[in-house]
């Protein structure tokens, strides 16, 4: 089928509005191409340096004639889902000894978890840790060894960090590696339940302790579809995975057979061969086009609209929210996987998973398949499905129908005719909003304002019995400047907690929710933010708000605001305590949340 008009004309916009950034970054990367693979410009001392440790693959490193491939590694034992990761250095060693090549780890990132800061002074440095992953990948490429690079990294902040510096690598190949989803525990909605029931009172901490080990309780991703689990769609979609692999159960043959394949593709691309594919011909305006496609028909986390901007600005790219916003109105949601359903990532995939759905929205014109993937032409590919058979790895045609329609839907019959993100403007500026888990008796919410500028204060005015009539909380000064711009997941189990008495409730803040959170509706991400002197800053409490997710609006009905000063707050107490003092450069230099809230790009 043709290409839709929609999908056509918002590529084409990005396409015009990036052709300067975007030929500036080609001819950058042109250039380094040109000279041709990286060892051939080491002395002999930087070369000795590089090789010391590497025991009997010295003489293959000397030579120069191998594919190099330097390990981008986000591994830590602390975190389930890069726990995997400790086995993948030694089996990526031997699988590319076995096809003739070579490959070191090229260094280690940061990899912190939302869900342990979560509610806790350590979520106000999660977002900078994106620009501080993409920095320390910078430093490990930058021995300019490698002909390749594989990147091993699944969480919220990781993989954007990584896509960042890949991109300003892009000479070079790069592929990504995924770990993996944990096997399902404890169903989500069962959690959720629990997690109410302890902000109510009717549960202790054990009962609470007991629910949460029991949903998070092994190696790999958390099971519903956040951010971490919305990362590894974008690498499928944006052809930047082997085809299949991104919801492979962790330490499975499986799985360990497309780590292997991923190892012996990074060495088949390279600048030595034939097949030569740098990630700057993947990662162009038509990949973050498909990116978006995907990030709407599944539903995924809303913070992807930050990061996407920053990831496509480092490949030259330039998005806007208007263009998300465009997507959607085209692309259905086509999954219900939790905090959008009840299903997990592992039913979801069960269910057909991407394969199906690629094929399925390529089938209406709603993806580009001329583009680039490192698994060659044509985004084709990733409707094929990897299989084990007899020990050995092949890929098959993917499923043509959905195998469980509660999950997993055609176009044709999907859950919603628009996708799972709605941008919203008004006289309190520019944020969006997750739609695709919100009733759609709650998209519009007409009611008076209570204003905090910390999330604790709200959960302390619930307790004090505070919260009863119809309330839309303001939560502001939590944007990047004012504090690194933390998840407000915590401020969940509350609001749903009043929303299940009856009242009517909706969130605005310059922060950011988790990519867990949707079934409150949440304004977030409104910028310019209330340190900036944003508008949110001239809210006041009994103001009547609206918020109306149907028309994008988000507004102060009260007839003065407009001609109100604002609010200034006392930041200080934001700048010091749990590494807080290191990142102060950070939050003067954040650009605005509606730009992907950068510092290096």
């Known amino acids: 089928m043709p290409l839709n008009n929609t999908i056509h004309d918002v590529t084409q916009r990005i396409r015009e509005r990036s052709a300067d950034r975007r030929a500036k970054y080609m001819d950058q990367m042109k250039r ?32 120069g004639r191998a594919p190099n491939i330097g390990v981008v590694t ?40 939302d869900g342990v800061t979560q509610g806790q002074t350590g979520m106000e440095l999660s977002l900078f840790s994106r620009d501080v992953i993409a920095l320390a990948s910078g430093v490990a490429l930058s021995h300019n060894t490698f002909d390749a690079a594989l990147y091993l990294g699944v969480c919220d902040k990781i993989v954007p960090g990584l896509i960042i510096a890949a ?25 959720a339940k629990v997690r109410q029931q302890f902000a109510t009172g ?15 309780h092994g190696p790999g991703t958390c099971t519903f579809y956040g951010t971490a689990n919305t990362n590894q769609m974008l690498m499928e979609f944006m052809g930047l995975h082997m085809p299949g692999s991104s919801f492979v159960n962790p330490n499975t043959p499986l799985r360990d057979a497309l780590t292997v394949a991923g190892v012996e593709r990074a060495a088949a691309i390279t600048q030595l061969g034939n097949e030569y594919t740098p990630v700057c011909d993947v990662l162009d305006e038509r990949a ?9 028909a599944t539903g995924g986390s809303t913070n992807l609209v930050l990061h996407l901007p920053a990831m496509a600005r480092a490949a030259g790219v330039e998005l806007t929210l208007e263009d998300f916003d465009q997507l959607s109105s085209v692309v259905p949601l086509m999954a219900k996987v939790y905090p959008n359903g009840l299903a997990d990532v592992n039913h979801f995939h069960a269910a057909g998973g991407l394969g199906y759905m690629i094929g399925e929205l390529l089938d209406k014109g709603l993806l580009h398949d001329d583009t680039q993937t490192i698994a060659g032409q044509g985004l084709s590919r990733y409707t094929e499905e990897p299989k084990l058979i007899d020990d050995s790895l092949t890929w098959v045609e993917g499923p043509k129908e959905t195998q469980n329609d509660k999950i997993l839907r055609p176009v044709s019959t999907a859950f919603q005719p628009t996708g799972g993100l709605k941008q919203l403007a008004g006289n309190l500026g520019t944020g969006i909003m997750k739609v695709s888990a919100v009733a759609p008796e709650r998209h519009i919410i007409e009611a008076k304002a209570r204003v905090f500028h ?22 502001r000064f939590q944007g990047p400047q004012a504090n690194g711009m933390p998840e407000l997941h915590s401020l969940t189990p509350t ?67 407009d001609s109100r000063e604002a609010v200034v707050a006392d930041l200080t107490a934001n700048k010091s305590g749990i590494g807080r003092e290191l990142f102060e450069a950070f939050r003067q230099n954040v650009g605005l949340a509606s730009n992907g809230a950068a510092v290096i790009v």
Not at 42 to 48: I, K, M, P, W
Not at 204 to 215: I, N, T, V, Y
């Open 288 to 296: 973050f086009v498909n990116g978006i496609v995907g990030l709407m």
């Open 32 to 63: 380094a191409a040109d000279q041709g693979p990286a060892r051939a410009h080491l002395t002999c001392g930087n070369q000795a340096h590089a090789y010391a440790a590497m025991g009997d693959d010295k003489a293959s490193l000397a030579e």
């Open 202 to 216: 009717e549960v202790g901490r054990d009962k609470l302790m007991e629910a949460e080990m029991a949903s998070y």
């Open 167 to 191: 991109a300003t690598f892009g000479h070079i190949p790069g592929i990504f590696l995924p770990a993996g989803p944990m096997v399902s525990g404890l169903p989500n909605d069962e959690k």
């Open 74 to 113: 986000a591994y830590n034992d602390m975190l389930s889902a890069h726990q995997p990761y400790e086995r993948y250095p030694e089996l990526i060693r031997q699988t590319a000894r076995k096809v003739g090549a070579t490959a070191q780890v090229a260094g280690g990132v940061p990899a912190m978890c």
């Open 454 to 475: 910390e999330q604790a204060d709200v959960r302390k005015a619930f307790q004090a019995g505070e919260f009863t009539e119809d309330t839309i909380v303001v939560v």
């Open 495 to 561: 609001l749903a907690v009043l929303q299940d008495r009856g009242l009517k409730v909706a969130l605005i803040t310059d922060g950011r929710m988790s990519g867990a959170s949707g079934k409150v509706p949440a304004a977030i991400h409104v910028s310019p933010e209330a340190s900036l002197g944003g508008p949110l800053a001239r809210v006041r409490d009994g103001d009547l708000l609206r918020v109306d997710a149907k028309t994008g609006k988000i507004d102060c009905l009260e007839a003065d605001f």
